[in-house]
């Protein structure tokens, strides 16, 4: 197995967080998400227009009946917020992004997420289940995992970001955490660590974890890809072009 790619430094927080404790109160509360409910409005401080379209991802929706009320309804997978959503919250919780670097952030976001998926995807179907379903999430930037202590302990950067995903498995609901890293970056991409896993508050999870542990020990060659070396690496080159092309 390689090395963890997490570098033993201290770094800043995530520039966007995920708690809502430092929103207007006037904002209506998404206890789902541990976060407030954005609009579409112009902020006045806005140096250019931004898009209200919202990207849909991959990640496919529990029921409508657990959909938080910042999805739209009749559209099974999960909807990312618009350029304008993003760039509002950014501004209530005491940030101050340029318009124009909106696009790549949200962007990057977006590419974030789907990769974490694409690793709870794996995990589950280590575990049998080919159709899992996401049934919410919740940002929980200030709240350290166990993990995540431990490796602080031995001299690692702690994780800028933390998210809980409630995952539905053949009917039942498992959660996993998400810990957020950076990572190595190369000329032309960012560098994520995302350390997935199913946390350890079920039976099932603690069975998943030891498998995986015992089959990259003895049986590496049986593992996806992710497992042996979990490091994100996007390349936003394309999203950068098109912005500089937005510019000119």
Known sequence: MTNCPIEKTQEKSCP??????????????????NDFKFDQSVDPSQQ????????????????????PKHQPNGVDRWVYPSEQQYFNAMKRKGYNPSASDVPVILAIHNIVNEQGWSQIKEWEY?????TPRLVRFCGRP????????????????????????????????????????KGQKSPGSIGMYLDVRPALDSPAAVVDRLSLFLRRKFWPSSLPQYCVENTLRTSI????AKKDKSNS
């Open 16 to 33: 966007v967080q995920h708690s809502g404790s430092n929103a207007n109160n006037q904002l209506e509360y998404n206890p789902s998400t």
């Open 237 to 240: 080159s394309e999203v950068i």
């Open 142 to 181: 200030k709240d350290l995992s166990p993990k995540a202590f431990m490796l602080s302990l031995l001299g690692y950067a702690l994780p800028f970001d933390r998210h809980d995903w409630i995952v539905e498995r053949n009917g039942k609901q498992l959660r996993y955490v998400i810990d957020f890293y």
């Open 48 to 67: 250019s227009p931004l898009s209200t379209v919202r990207a849909v991802s991959s990640i496919p929706k529990a029921d409508e009946i657990s959909t």
């Open 126 to 130: 280590l575990s049998g289940n080919t």
